[in-house]
């Protein structure tokens, strides 16, 4: 990895404040009004959580033999018991206030844990030899996997999360509510629970009360292109799975042949949609999978997780979530809603009428950081961000660059260099009140190379395979998690990473303050390139914040930056006084100019202050 240039990368000359004042003509801008294009009214909430996101079985393996379709013999797993209070502690210094264990659940898998009670799974509808932590086996179960001693898994699991409250962080974990395994059966049920599909009427394409939806008459057909282990055989492998009737396939596949690209291992629920007869709605009795479903949601809440991240929400109709989490709520009042989301014109419905606490923020603010990075973007998709897509709702906006599903931004498949992700992870965190996530390996710059097997080479750390993490193991460090393997551009790229994240989870101004973007008032300014520099302000009566970064790959930038009158009076500053900006992301002294000079890939984030 290439070594950073110097963290500040800016020289500033004295100079007097730089506003635009209606004294200079050239410099000038429209009056202040409450239709100003350069912010928006919304009153921020502080919603600043910061998610570490984790693979739970890749966080703690050690093992560095990643043999393509390895067993977990061969290539290791991750356990609870790793993440102990040494590995918490440096997350929680990272920043991090709340940890996404990802996986827990039990799901489909060809590991065979018979000896322990536990089905064996037949590999035909399996993706992965691990198997995809989005098939659940079931709800009421946690991986054996991740467990030293299988049966004591769930006590291993409450472990966890007492040590995770221990060290001052909080626990989500996945709900997956559209689907689960085709060999769903819970074992480990309270007592007297009934399980999913235990009383289904087979006979019948479609009952309101049915858990799962069926194809009379027809039977599962396995993709005939599927081929589990590649030149290896799975358990029960044989092109065949017994399933009559069929069910209907978890992406809405209606057929008992479905594609080798559908989501075939898994089975779609029930939540009282006749999706074969115009998407009918039942709800005339709350449906029996509502119930079953709540209850899930209730039992992990018991167990003391802090909130959930729920999975492909808009799969399921917004009418169930408008009822299930305020009834979740009543057990667990503060207990979070994170919804994996990704139709725009469907954000205000799932937060107001379907109770969600945070959306993800992907085809918005995501995709246009993406652009950006592979340079192939400007600034003009932030600004559409904050002005259409999140108006009115930002803080409740969950903002990353990676998590699970989405490339590593230093695989080939994105940007190929961890340090694009400067000032856009800077954006990223900084750009409104709401959550913020980063992704386990994302700080030191995991490229995710190798076929892991089921994954294959695609720019993503796996989650369908046994796999070591080698930059994340770098910084693990053999269980010392100090990250004493890593390179020094690795150590500076995390020390970017906690300094941008305490910063943002101690700012009064990141935390709630208003917004106010500056591209207008300097997109005509000299050396002022608008397509890759993007700068704003974040305020409050406590605190005011300048956020100024560079996306250029190769250009050094010498701008001076110019505060139009409008903001000066929003944030409550004298323009006949002089103020001192302090770049409290790259600990630089305090100057009194804003002739800046910006080095490709920065960012920077500077306090405003009257001079003393």
Not at 90 to 106: F, P, S
Request: with cysteine; charged share 25%.
């Amino acid at each position: 990895m290439k070594k950073f240039l110097p963290a500040a990368g800016v020289f500033l000359a004295l100079a007097s404040f730089q506003s635009v004042s209606p004294a200079d003509p050239a410099r000038a801008v429209s009056t202040v009004s409450f239709s100003d294009p350069n912010t928006t009214d919304e009153v921020p909430q502080d919603n600043k959580i910061i998610i570490y996101q984790m693979m739970t079985r890749l966080f703690g393996n050690k093992s560095t033999t990643n043999k393509p379709h390895g067993t977990i013999a061969e290539n290791g797993v991750g356990k609870f018991n790793d993440i102990n209070s040494t590995a918490l502690q440096a997350i929680k210094q990272l920043g991090a206030t709340h940890v996404w264990y990802t996986g827990v659940l039990e799901h489909a898998t060809m590991t065979d844990y018979t000896k322990e009670g536990i089905p064996l799974d037949d590999a035909d509808v399996v993706k992965g030899r691990a198997g995809s932590p989005y098939a659940i086996k079931d709800y009421y179960d946690v991986s054996p996997d991740l467990a030293v001693n299988v049966k004591n898994r769930m006590l291993e699991f409450e472990g966890l999360v007492k040590r995770t409250h221990a060290n001052g962080l909080k626990v989500i974990i996945d709900f997956i509510p559209n689907h689960v395994a085709r060999t769903y059966k819970s074992d480990a049920k309270p007592l007297g629970v009934v399980d999913l599909g235990e009383r289904d009427d087979k006979t019948k394409a479609f009952a309101p009360n049915n858990n799962f939806y069926y194809l009379p008459g027809q039977s599962l057909v396995v993709p005939k292109a599927n081929n589990p282990l590649g030149a290896a055989q799975g358990p029960k492998e044989d092109g065949k799975f017994a399933e009559t009737p069929a069910k209907v396939t978890g992406n809405d596949v209606f057929s008992a042949t479905p594609s080798i690209d559908d989501w075939f291992e898994t089975i779609k629920l029930n939540y009282g949609v006749d999706y074969q007869n115009h998407r009918q709605l039942h709800f005339e009795q709350v449906p029996d999978t509502w119930v079953k479903m709540r209850d899930i949601l209730v039992y992990w809440a018991k167990k003391d997780v802090d909130g959930f991240r729920c999975d492909m929400v808009e799969m399921t109709p917004v009418e169930f979530w408008a009822w299930v989490i305020p009834e979740v709520k009543k057990v667990k009042p503060d207990i979070l809603f994170m919804a994996e989301a990704y139709n725009p014109k469907e954000y205000k419905t799932y937060l107001e009428k379907g109770h969600f606490d945070y959306l993800y923020d992907k085809v918005g603010l995501y995709d246009g950081l993406r652009r950006l990075m592979r340079g192939e973007g400007n600034t003009e998709d932030i600004s559409r961000v904050w002005r259409e897509e999140s108006r009115g709702f930002s803080s409740h906006m969950l903002r990353f660059l990676e998590n699970h599903d989405e490339q590593r931004i230093a695989s080939k498949d994105f940007a190929g260099d961890p340090r694009t992700a400067i000032p856009a992870m800077t954006v990223t965190a900084t750009l409104a009140s709401g959550p913020v996530m980063v992704y386990f390996g994302q700080e030191v710059g995991e490229p995710a190379h190798g076929a892991e097997g089921f994954s294959g080479e695609d720019g993503r750390t796996t989650i369908f395979d046994y796999w070591g993490v080698p930059f994340h193991q770098r910084w693990v460090n053999g269980g010392k998690f100090d990250g004493g393997k890593l390179d020094e551009g690795q150590k500076e790229l995390r020390s970017f990473y906690a300094r941008l994240l305490n910063l943002t989870g101690s700012s009064d101004a990141i935390r709630r303050g208003k917004f106010y973007e500056l591209q207008d008032a300097n997109n005509l300014g000299r050396e002022y390139d608008q397509k890759q520099v993007y700068s704003y302000l974040r305020y409050t009566d406590k605190q005011k914040l300048l956020i100024v970064v560079n996306f250029s790959r190769d250009k050094t930038l010498h701008p001076t930056l110019r505060i139009p009158v409008e903001a000066q009076a929003a944030m409550g500053l004298d323009p006949n006084r002089v103020y001192t900006y302090t770049d409290l992301l790259n600990n630089t002294p305090a100057v009194t100019s804003l002739a800046l000079t910006l080095a490709p890939l920065s960012a920077h984030v500077f306090e405003i202050q009257p001079r003393k």
